[in-house]
């Protein structure tokens, strides 16, 4: 791929960018829009045009061609997301959670967890943290939006992990850094530069084994939540370097070894023996 | 026997209701075969105007006031004429050595013809927008149309339409900073300098000035006259701007200020209140506002997404629907119906001196329709329009 | 001449945020995007299909004055054409746009807002890119004025502004429409058709048409057109935020 197609709204996209190799119908993803000539003109011919200023972004084996655009927006829920959330207050039926602090608060039921019942429901407090998914978003002035940390049909928390966050720490990020931390996470990390060019969780993983190792939750809204509970002395420490690794990442857009040489530095500095 | 189906028939108010942009499109492009001309909603043809009418003097206690009433839009303009004196402008004697400056003007105007002071008085602009001399509001009064609650704040609606014909007095320079000022000569000329002050404005008298200049005392402003010009719109059926525009223009046009003069004894202004003294003011130019709504065949642009042709494609299309369909529909002087069908608006003020066409203000917004033909269109269909209020306001 | 500056989301808070700088006029702006939001609820602004969009004008150093309502509606007429209301998230919610106001020359009371106004427009639809609201299209925008010989100057400083006899505010969207005009003083036809040429080009660039039919771009005094510098300050912030991405490629 050469250098990548930047569009800004209104632009048509160029027919050779678009992946051809699939009979499939093309698929649209955000930022783009067909539109069709108006009915008076003779030529009848569809155009893609962007509406979201970004760069074209194809998948040649869906056949499916998309505008990445500004990484770092507000997060707004949709569904399927994993989100961090933080337990406000709860009510009969339902927890009152925040995931993002200008939005309105979130519910999550008191039985949305695995193997909850009205007895043996889990009782979380305030500030207590969860890790959920995004279960509906509402239409429409005053919509709930709806979080569960369980999977309707089976009843079983899917994926792995998901119910209340103990002990461990939140950092802040980046909805953008969020995003490619979930995608390094979610592939096999085979690849010499990472996934999305973030080598930072395989090398803190590789040299935290003699702690512990750690466990790591990222969730969409900006929030990755870490704990070393296994490291024992060195636990709080070692889970601050980690936060302090990816929040650096995040700032200074670092590359592949510059993220390398962070890691090192920062364990360094924080007396942490690898 | 078979019921019959209840009719689907509409009266035609109802239908203007349920489906107000496919009414307005049926009137304006009538079937080709009914050898019909294209008709607004309202019966007018779209470059046709509603009927206007003025009337001035009608609010007793003001200085001059005006009613202009366009279709069901309705202005009722007020203004009140205040003395402000010199000596509570805080800045005033440090920003302006008032004296000097005055007589240098004068020395000018009397060397000049009185076209060249009209362009080259450089206080005026300063004094009037400086001191805030015209203060006009607008307010959209409760029950002018059905969306204005009691109570409610001043629109944004209004505070633009106020600042729109701030803006446009300042820039037409409608009235003369010199009809605001309340001079004072000192005693050796006494109580005739003012009036010889006033006979300068009007004639221009030579050997008068020159006169002056000798005397050595220098003539000195010691209070201005502050316009409060008050709109009310006491009812709106779309276009408010022209309406209010009209009415302020007839209101100062109807003003008539005192006499005023310093009494140097007791230290205030003096008013006379002989109305055979009073004068009216001497207004620059007739500035005339024609306001404009452009309508759009295709009521479904926003939801089919069709390519927007580009600017070049567009005059092509343009000039091949001339004699085919029509697409879109330059409305003059919009009701409130049409208004809220429209959204490219446009508007014009024009003046017309010695039988030429001045464009003092032409603003469009809000769409890509009109462009160099059609806007030349539009500043031509003003022109005339300014025949019209022309008469209208010599009338009343 | 000395071209604008601009950067993308400056603010970390808002959905989308923009500031812009213009040597010539002396303006600076800094704006702000959030969309899509839940508006409290009110008759007259809910569009039950479209977004509402809603513009905030506020001053640095002169007290607020109505002038900034009139401004208000002039960008809201612009970009209200521009952006897609309809898109899917956006219907019954706002648009929100703020912009401040934060250096350059005051406004006074009776100043007319027109020297401002291209600024104003385009920190909005930078904020509004930064913010990925859908738009159909971009816009340029630029500020001419005229005086009474009939020099053209290209965005006048407030002095060169105060003493002209008409000033012109053209913006003109990506595909060449003219957009937004907003024109004050007195002038003729003639003198506007040649402002909206010359407002044309700073915008698009010159292209002339030969008397060959050729259509030759030229580089006059102008520089680089508008619109060529508001793309490249979206390319630079995108290759800055997709550098990860586009550096493995």
Redesign the interface.
Known sequence: MSSPLVLLPGDEIPSEYLPSTNSAPLRLGPGL??????P??SAPSH?L?ATQAGILSTDNKKNAVSILSAPNRRYIPTVNDLVIAQVHHSSPDYFHCMVTPQAPHVVLGQLAFEGATKKTRPMLKQGDLVYARVLSVGLGAGAEVELTCVNPATGKAEPGGLGHLTGGMVFDISNGMAARLMRASSSSADQQDGVAGLVVLDELGKKLEKVGGFEIAVGRNGKVWVDCSNGGDAAVKATVAIGRCLTTVDQHDLSPADQKKLVSRILREMKIEV | MASTAPSLTLPPSQFARLQPHAYLLAHLSPPASSNQPSIRANGRAPAQFRVTSANTGSLTHTNGSAVVRVGDTTAVCGVRAEILPTDDIASWSVSHTSSRTTNKRQKLANSDSEEQQEEEDPNDKSHI?DL?LLVPNLSLSTGCAP?FIPGAPPS??A??L???I??LL???RLVRAEDLRVWYQPPSLGGESLERHNAEEQMDVDDEGTGKEDDGEKAEVKAFWVLYIDVMIVSLAGNPFDAAWAAVLAALRDTKLPKASWDVDNEIVVCSDKVSEARKLALRGLPVASSFGVFEA?AAA???????????E?RL?EEG?RKG?Q?RWVLADPDGYEEGLS???ACVVV?KKQG?????????????A???QA??EV?EISARRWEEVKSILEQC | MVGPTASLTPLARADGSASYHCPSTGSNILGSVNAPVELPGRR?ALKPE?ATVEVFVKTGTAPA???E??V???IR??V??LILG?ERGYARRGVVITLAIVGGESV?????HLTLLPALLHTALLALLSASVPL??TFSATVLSVDASGKITREPSAEVAAAAKSIHVLAF?S???????????????DT??KV?QRASAICHGTSTVGADGDIAMVEDADGQPLEGTIRETVEDQVHRDYAWKIDAA
């Not at chain 2, 030429?356 to 890509?368: L, P, Y």
């Not at chain 3, 595909?175 to 036809?189: I, P, Q, T």
């Open positions: 829009r067909l539109l069709s000539q108006p008076s003109s155009v045009t | 927008q805030n969306g944004a609606l505070q633009s106020s600042h729109q701030l803006n300042h820039s037409t295709d926003g939801w089919r997404a069709v390519i927007v042709p580009d600017a070049e567009e299309i629907a369909i697409r959204q490219e608006r003046d030429k066409t001045v464009i003092v203000k032409m603003e469009k917004n809000g769409g890509w009109l462009d160099g806007l030349k500043v | 007259d479209d004055s109505v002038g309502r009139y208000e509606g002039i007429g612009v209200g054409r309809r006074g009371r009776a100043d007319s159909s299209m969207t595909k060449g429409h003219l957009l937004l005009n907003e024109s004050e003083g007195a002038f003729d036809f506007w058709e909206r």
